[in-house]
C-alpha cells in the first residue's frame, strides 16, 4: 500500500479518536449526532466532532501543544544520539493535523508555521539518518520498528527491500528470470 492511502487509513482512525473538549456555551444538537451540554462540562467526543465544534468557537479542545510536543521530540532524538527516539504512531498525522489548524486559523504567533516547519524537517531528516543504518538488516528492523511512527515503518521496510535488491543485483545473488 502507499502512504499515502495508509496514512489516509490512520488519519481517519486518528478522527475518530475520543478528545476532551470544555463547551464554551450550552449546546443541543440532534442531527447526525445527538449531543447535549452545558456552558464549562468537560466530555470526551469523536475528534471529527470537537474540531467542527471548535471551528464554531463552541468549544475549546484540551490536548497538548503540538508545537511544544514537536520541540520534545527534536530533543530526544537529539540525545538518543544513534538510537532512535520513540514517537507514537501517528505522531506525523498529529504534526499535520496541527499545522493545517494553524494554517487555517492563522493563530499562534509565538510559534509561527516556518518555525514549526524547520523543526519538523529537523526531526525528519535526524531520523531518516537512524532509520537508513537499521534498514541494512532485518534484524535491526525488528529492533527498532516499534519505535516508529505508522509512516516511518513503511519507508523502513521499503528502504529495506530497496537495499536487498541493491545488494542482490551487484552481487549478482538475483534468481529472477528478468534479463533487463
Known amino acids: 500500500m502507499r502512504l499515502e492511502d495508509t ?21 443541543r444538537l440532534d442531527t447526525l449526532v445527538k449531543l447535549e451540554a452545558r456552558e464549562d462540562e468537560s466530555r470526551a467526543l469523536p475528534r471529527w466532532l470537537a474540531k467542527i465544534l471548535s471551528t464554531y468557537g463552541m468549544v475549546d479542545v484540551q490536548e497538548p501543544d503540538m508545537g511544544i510536543e514537536l ?6 532524538e537529539k540525545v538518543s544520539g544513534s538510537n532512535i527516539a520513540m514517537l507514537e504512531p501517528n505522531f506525523y498525522i498529529r504534526v499535520k493535523d496541527f499545522i493545517d ?3 487555517r486559523r492563522e493563530v499562534r504567533k509565538d510559534m509561527s508555521v516556518d518555525r514549526l516547519m ?38 523502513l521496510k521499503s528502504m529495506h527491500a530497496s537495499i536487498e535488491e541493491f545488494k542482490a543485483y551487484l552481487m549478482g545473488s538475483n534468481n529472477s528470470n528478468n534479463n533487463d
Open 101 to 103: 489548524d494553524m494554517k
Open 7 to 27: 496514512a489516509r487509513v490512520y488519519t481517519l482512525g486518528y478522527m475518530l479518536e475520543p478528545i476532551r473538549v470544555r463547551f464554551k456555551k450550552s449546546i
Open 118 to 155: 524547520v523543526t519538523l524537517q529537523d526531526i525528519i531528516l535526524l531520523r531518516l539518518d537512524k532509520m537508513i543504518n537499521h534498514a541494512k538488516s532485518s534484524y535491526a528492523m525488528q529492533e527498532v520498528e516499534q519505535r516508529l511512527s505508522i509512516e516511518e515503518r513503511l519507508l
Open 71 to 76: 520541540l520534545r521530540a527534536l530533543s530526544r
